[in-house]
T-cell receptor
Framework: DAGVIQSPRHEVTEMGQEVTLRCKPISGHDYLFWYRQTMMRGLELLIYFNNNVPIDDSGMPEDRFSAKMPNASFSTLKIQPSEPRDSAVYFC????????????FGPGTRLTVL | GENVEQHPSTLSVQEGDSAVIKCTYSDSASNYFPWYKQELGKGPQLIIDIRSNVGEKKDQRIAVTLNKTAKHFSLHITETQPEDSAVYFCAAKQGFKTIFGAGTRLFVKA
């Protein structure tokens, strides 16, 4: 398996623009997680899905952020409109259904909002 | 909610020496404690984990200890090598929610 796949790897956009980050989890994994990593706040859980259904979105910072999982092999994290403070590395991770199972992280998307 | 504190933020050791990273957590309901290694430009990768019913676990040069009473857990790396240089994160997990420590940047000098 290729592991968790994220695209794009780097995104540079201007303030006010819409940004869409994409993730393909490992095949067969039931859970998908979106994290944001910054120097100031470290690794923060934004939202996670179980069987394509959002379970906990309490980490989503504002209404400008939204996430979807239309099927078991694809998820998106959208920011509209983007702001400079959204600049961060966004990671997607997936795991099997047992809570004690390892989360496998993707390589991340480095987002820069000018 | 859960809060995980991690120390030190930076650690520099000579190749061959041991490195110890310490974490504390606040919520006694946390029952799973993974450790991740993050190399530059990559996502975190699990290196070892420990469950709340175990006090110690070892995997080659890496060991973790857990003190549930004190809510402390630690990562020990022995015989460090330059390729151990990375950022290490501890984490505490309740159900599917993982709370990460702030990370320790480990430098291993050859």
């Amino acid at each position: 398996d290729a592991g968790v796949i994220q695209s794009p790897r780097h995104e540079v956009t201007e303030m006010g623009q819409e940004v869409t980050l994409r993730c393909k989890p490992i095949s067969g994994h039931d859970y998908l997680f979106w994290y944001r990593q910054t120097m100031m706040r470290g690794l923060e859980l934004l939202i996670y899905f179980n069987n394509n259904v959002p379970i906990d979105d309490s980490g989503m910072p504002e209404d400008r952020f939204s996430a979807k999982m239309p099927n078991a092999s694809f998820s998106t994290l959208k920011i509209q409109p983007s702001e400079p403070r959204d600049s961060a590395v966004y990671f997607c991770a997936s795991s099997l259904k047992n809570a004690l199972n390892e989360q496998f992280f993707g390589p991340g998307t480095r987002l820069t909002v000018l | 909610g859960e809060n995980v504190e991690q120390h030190p933020s930076t650690l520099s050791v000579q190749e061959g020496d041991s490195a110890v990273i310490k974490c504390t957590y606040s919520d006694s309901a946390s029952n799973y404690f993974p450790w991740y290694k993050q190399e530059l430009g990559k996502g975190p990768q699990l290196i070892i984990d420990i469950r709340s019913n175990v006090g110690e676990k070892k995997d080659q040069r890496i060991a973790v200890t857990l003190n549930k009473t004190a809510k402390h857990f630690s990562l020990h790396i022995t015989e460090t090598q330059p390729e151990d240089s990375a950022v290490y994160f501890c984490a505490a997990k309740q159900g599917f929610k993982t709370i990460f420590g702030a990370g320790t940047r480990l430098f291993v000098k050859a």
